[in-house]
């Protein structure tokens, strides 16, 4: 078995301060002043389990993602594939191959939402429809989830957009003598969701914040009292400001691997390969990073063959929990792997691939049985 081992931060996210990437599309330049960045979310439409219904009232949103204007796949709907356990949890979860392919989110959403418990079900199907919209147009939640979750700095227009009517925070910004943070750990959180709070407040004359209230929210009322609380705390250098916003954000809870079998039930009968395989090069640890960000384990089974010098050829997806990106993933990491050298080859071998988390520094463990 090779597990991998991640860490679970549980951090404080700010609006990200670093420059975003230079664009590498070549946009004709009779075409550059049309082109522009739309808000996409994807929002869940309809559910059924075979010829069945189903309530989806409560699957997770994805987080929403900025687009070209110009972009010409950004407008089709999508359909993930799955079933669900006894638990309500949604397992098996594949996507058609058509259908927009940037939105990262989509998957692991649907890994953390919930259904209704004590009813399997088998052949269900959420269809997502993309709903597209300017910065200036779009909705101001998904405007603050996307600043808050996202891996590069958004353009300014989406920073003036979120800023409150009226706010001059942001003209010769005050510099912080004391930032507050709330006890995250005391904040109850649900397994596979992240939740943030976005906070509103004046600074009076001599840097101390008032007229505080809850700017935007995903619910969790426990983060939103502690974080005014927090910004409450907080102090600034002296003189009044209007407008300011400040945003906490707290990851939930793991979302433990579902269960598997033994390795052995995946071995097919004509198997002829050593168990366990003796790996010469550790393969390359790729955690899938729109699962780990939200919390979510996951395994796979992949089966290969081996070349007499040690190469792996072959590997093909067995088995992957909750979602089929995880065998993408670890087919890529036992691909990149190489075995001791052997006087023939072998076939049909098998090795499970366990994503797990850590709460502690971030770090890598693979064990080999």
């Not at 925070?169 to 005391?186: M, S």
């Amino acid at each position: 078995m090779i597990t991998l081992l991640f860490a679970l931060a549980l951090p404080v996210v700010q609006v990200p301060t670093i420059s975003p990437p230079a664009p590498v599309t070549t946009v004709n330049p009779n075409e550059r002043s049309a082109r522009r960045q739309d808000m996409l979310v994807m929002q869940p439409m309809s559910g059924r389990c075979g010829d069945d219904p189903l309530d989806i009232s409560r699957v997770q949103t994805p987080i929403a993602v900025l687009v070209w204007s110009t972009s010409r796949n950004a407008d089709q709907s999508v359909q993930l594939r799955f079933r669900i356990d006894e638990n309500g949890r949604p397992l098996g979860i594949t996507r058609d191959t058509e259908g927009y392919g940037m939105m990262a989110d989509l998957t692991p959403s649907l890994a953390g939402s919930r259904f209704a418990p004590n009813a399997r079900r088998e052949g269900c199907v959420i269809v997502y429809q993309p709903k597209r919209s300017s910065i200036a147009d779009a909705d101001l939640h998904d405007l603050i989830g996307y600043s808050i979750s996202a891996q590069s700095r958004p353009p300014k227009e989406l920073f003036d957009r979120i800023l409150p009517a009226g706010s001059d925070c942001n003209i010769q910004r005050p510099a912080i003598l004391l930032r507050a943070f709330p006890d995250f750990e005391k904040i109850p959180v649900t397994a596979g969701r992240s939740d943030w709070s976005m906070v509103q407040f004046d600074i009076d004359a001599a840097g101390k914040p008032i007229s505080l209230r809850t700017y935007g929210t995903t619910g969790n009322k426990a983060l939103d009292k502690a974080s005014l609380k927090a910004v409450a705390q907080s102090r600034f250098t002296t003189g009044a400001k209007r407008g300011c916003i400040y945003p906490y954000w707290r990851r939930g809870d793991t979302l433990a691997t579902p269960d598997s079998k033994e390795i052995a039930a995946y071995r097919s009968e004509d198997s002829d390969c050593p168990q366990p395989v003796e790996w010469k090069s550790q393969p390359t640890l790729m955690y899938p990073e729109n699962f780990r960000r939200r919390g979510i384990e996951g395994w796979a089974v992949i089966a290969f063959d081996l070349a007499p010098w040690g190469a792996v050829g072959n590997a093909k997806v067995v088995a992957a929990e909750p979602a089929a990106e995880f065998g993408e993933a670890a087919q890529r990491i036992v691909l990149g792997s190489a075995t001791a050298s052997s006087k023939k080859g072998y076939s049909n071998c098998v090795v499970r691939v366990r994503y797990a988390m850590q709460e502690q520094e971030r770090a890598a463990q693979m064990n080999v049985d």
